[in-house]
């Protein structure tokens, strides 16, 4: 008997899958996988906060307690450590109890169910602009139109005001309030409150992804803390810039009319997340003074390095390049002189030795080809002033390049 092989005839893909997009960061990561480059472009948390001996102590800890720490769990995550979410948020006179919180597989995951349970294809969704692009991909994902308005400015919530008065599909407002990727930039408490307002108002979802919320590195500078969530708040929140980004831990504070279907929709993804992470995570939080000391040497490590990255780029651009100073989280957003692309001037960099993520991945619409992300959290403070000699090279070569 005689086998013809015959290429394989795949099912047809689902409609969704057209609107998926690779990821800049990744895209970048992966022109950049040499010791010679300096990386700016990952926001990943510094190697030097993550609490590997204290882990190791707690994880010999539990299982030498109790064998059941390697078991299942239960779905919505660890009561005790949903407790301790719960606590952390509530305020005098408004408590929020534990069945308010569903732990996530980070809270990209968190985000994901939200879409899930609230989006319909065509539904609209008002971001900041610029805005994270981990939220973007997922409101494209689910065909959701992506609208933009600038909402960390008084003048950028009357804008808001107008597209949701204009917008009958309007569903979800996303914003990071505090120390934003990318711009760093913090949303005050009465922007925050008027947020929440107009959500009530025009029966939206108002997001508010919070990851960064406890790395503000000047006390001067530190968000100040919102009303409690309304019923249209959801808030996520994450450990992997506190603790370590491998534990792949996020959580949902949600109003009771959503945790119930953000319930079914994550058993339905994956039965729960890792019960031993969960209650490692718990042992180590509940510790006040380890989370103080861990607060503080990451705040501390981050500070150096942004003072070093601003103080470079100050020397080596003056005026030409326009940022503000981020007084926490991991990125300064810059913006060249109209002319540069800063998608082009990438390759440029790289082969210098220095990575950044170009701007325009980060709007939704209309984008600026000038702006560019530095992450100044997993390069050494001694090594900015290269970076930057090695940015600000490059950019000079490409003038010369565009005067030829």
């Known amino acids: 008997m005689t086998f013809v092989d015959t290429p394989a005839r795949l099912p047809t893909l689902a409609e969704r899958t057209g609107h998926l997009a690779d990821s800049a960061i990744g895209a970048v990561l992966r022109l950049t996988g040499t010791s010679n480059v300096i990386p700016l472009a990952a926001g990943s948390p510094a190697p030097e906060t993550f609490c590997s001996q204290e882990f190791t102590e707690v994880t010999t800890r539990l299982l030498k307690r109790d064998a059941a720490a390697l078991q299942y769990g239960d779905a919505s995550g660890l009561p005790a450590l949903r407790s301790w979410i719960a606590a952390q948020v509530s305020v005098p006179g408004r408590a929020y109890e534990a069945d308010r919180v569903l732990l996530t597989h980070g809270s990209q995951q968190g985000l994901d169910l939200l879409c899930k349970a609230l989006l319909d294809p065509g539904d609209v969704v008002v971001v900041d602009r610029p805005s994270y692009l981990g939220a973007l991909q997922v409101f494209r994902l689910f065909q959701a139109r992506v609208l933009d308005v600038p909402i960390s400015s008084d003048h950028g919530l009357e804008q808001l005001e107008a597209v949701l008065a204009s917008e009958p599909r309007a569903k979800m407002i996303y914003v990071v309030p505090a120390f934003a990727n990318p711009t760093g930039a913090s949303l005050t408490a009465p922007q925050r409150d008027r947020l929440a307002g107009l959500a009530e108002r025009y029966e939206c979802v108002l997001v508010e992804d919070d990851p960064y919320r406890?790395?503000?590195?000047?006390?001067?500078?530190?968000?100040?803390?919102?009303?409690p969530p309304s019923e249209n708040t959801v808030r996520l929140g994450s450990f992997s810039k506190v603790l370590f980004p491998a534990a792949r831990l996020g959580y949902l504070i949600t109003p009771p009319s959503l945790i119930d279907v953000l319930m079914k929709f994550k058993q339905a993804a994956d039965l729960g997340n890792s019960h031993l992470i969960q209650q490692v995570v718990h042992e180590l939080v509940q510790d006040s003074a380890f989370l103080a000391a861990q607060l503080d040497r990451a705040r501390d490590i981050y500070r150096e390095r942004r003072d070093a990255l601003v103080s470079a780029l100050t020397g080596a651009f003056g005026s030409v390049l326009d940022f503000d100073l981020p007084h926490g989280g991991f990125f300064v957003w810059a913006r060249f002189p109209q002319g540069t692309d800063t998608t082009r001037l990438l390759t440029?960099?790289?082969?210098?030795g220095v990575s950044y993520v170009p701007g325009t991945d980060f709007y939704a619409t209309d984008p600026d080809p000038t702006t560019l992300r530095l992450s100044f959290s997993c390069a050494r403070a001694e090594d900015m002033s290269e970076a930057?000699?090695?940015l600000a090279r490059a950019w000079h070569n490409s003038i010369e390049d565009r005067r030829e």
């Open 388 to 390: 930057v000699e090695r």
């Open 214 to 227: 406890e790395l503000g590195y000047d006390p001067a500078a530190v968000p100040a803390s919102a009303a």
């Open 348 to 352: 440029a960099s790289l082969e210098e």
